[in-house]
DNA sequence: CGTTTAATTGAAAGCAGTCAAACTATGTGG
DNA sequence: CCACATAGTTTGACTGCTTTCAATTAAACG
């Protein structure tokens, strides 16, 4: 099995985690032609209002999904992690109502749109994956919608860090209380429905009583437990898909 | 064909506007074994966190989605008008992330969900007005996102009505610039993040300036592009699945 | 009709926003 | 390797939108 063959496989494995897939369900994934690319921070994979042509999954690189109001504010409404499909969302839209856009350096590996639809077709395994990983992403942004409209910054902000903790010790990245935060102040703002400013004095309050250390970007937790308490964080919402693989 | 066959041609006719289905897509559908339930405003159809049992249309009447903070402040993420389905949402979920409640009395029909399955799993055709079906709710989902995190209570609340209004014509209800808000101020304050005080004061604003005029629960609006206009409202996401059908 | 639920209104308090400036990284070119 | 430029973080003072608390009025219901 070729080198560039690895991508995929980071495909299959995420969607086998959502929903089994057989052999020839993995047989088929492989033999999708796909292509991996590099992009700077900030490029746009898909903008509001253009008709979606790519398919595309993150390799590697964080991505984030924003809408804007049209005065300019901007709000994100979802953050991409690596292994995360970016496309599904619009497999059937004729005109994206949001956009897509790389939040650090990023690889992705561009799938034919018309061949996932097909797998889709005639697979039913992967078209359940598929779904699953669609439904899946809607119940994360009704989490957003209850963070953003009833919890205060403090715990609205907290709730991100969990979420963000959680999921990406779910797919096996990095340690179990320390991460780097790939968004600015400014960015996490924009996925909170607050100013940077206020951002930044939460994040300096929460410091400030020991709920967390910061170097740089970094964010550690002292005390899971406690911060989980402050976020009212439940991982409920992460798992909507059923408990399979892994 | 029998009477009880109108609430699955409802069902047909919906999924069929999302995405072309051919005649035997139509009989599959039609031979499912629906059977229709009156409910009283406030019943539950799901509660967070058990497994879904039921698979539901609404055929007359509205329900709205929730999710609960711990101290028991509520947002409400979703708000479903006659022909929605209510429980697309939840299809391979193995607990529920939000509850379902009707908001008036209403008439559902209910699918056995083994049936539903398999018909996506047997029919592309079905399956894709499905996911379309879904896809579709998870952009007004990202929209209410956008809405609560960055616009202020005026754009908020015009945005919802503005919102409603366009759900309700695109599904043949309701005349042109009128109709029956089936909401109370406090549950219009749980859907925009904000309390039902400041909804009565922003509603009265908006009718003081001529906005729109109000009889009981009878909004009206005087001039559609002016409240389009304060609620910054664009339709593109609420065609998120193509322009088939009607 | 009495009772309960919803809508209104006023006054006061508070959380988060705005504006502006200083400080700190980070990165670039000389 | 330093000087400058740029982007991001931090802080303070002030403003304001929305909430809170409480009381009153109106509407819906049995």
Redesign the pocket.
């Known amino acids: 099995m070729a080198e560039s063959d690895l991508p995929l496989t980071m495909l299959v494995q995420r969607l086998a985690s959502l929903s089994p897939l057989d052999d020839d369900d993995r047989a088929a994934l492989l033999e999708l032609n796909g292509a991996v690319r590099t992009l700077e921070p900030a490029t746009y994979l898909i903008r509001e209002g253009e008709p979606p042509r790519t398919n595309a999954f993150l390799l590697s690189g964080f991505a984030l999904r924003q809408k804007l109001t049209s005065d300019g504010a901007r709000q994100i409404v979802g953050l991409q992690i690596p292994g995360d499909p970016l496309d599904f969302q619009l497999l059937y839209a004729d005109a994206a109502d949001h956009n897509v856009q790389t939040l650090t350096r990023a690889q992705v590996l561009v799938v034919p749109r018309p061949a996932v639809q097909e797998l889709i077709e005639t697979r039913p395994a992967i078209a359940r994956a598929i779904m699953i990983s669609i439904l899946s992403d809607a119940a994360i942004v009704r989490e957003w919608l209850l963070n953003v409209g009833r919890r205060?910054?403090?715990a609205?902000l907290a709730h991100l860090l969990c979420e963000f903790t959680a999921r990406m010790k779910a797919h096996g990245m990095d340690g179990p209380a320390a991460y780097e935060l790939p968004m600015?102040?400014?960015q996490l703002?924009d996925a909170l429905?607050?100013?940077?400013?206020?951002v930044?004095?939460?994040?300096?309050s929460l410091e400030a009583e020991g709920v967390l250390t910061?170097r740089?970007?970094r964010v550690e937790f002292n005390d899971w437990e406690r911060i989980r308490r402050i976020a009212d964080f439940s991982e409920l919402y992460l798992h909507s898909g059923g408990d399979h693989a892994r």
Chains 1, 2 share one sequence.
């Open positions: 205060d910054s403090r609205r600015t102040q400014e703002g429905g607050l100013t940077a400013v206020h930044n004095r939460t994040l300096r910061r740089g970007r």
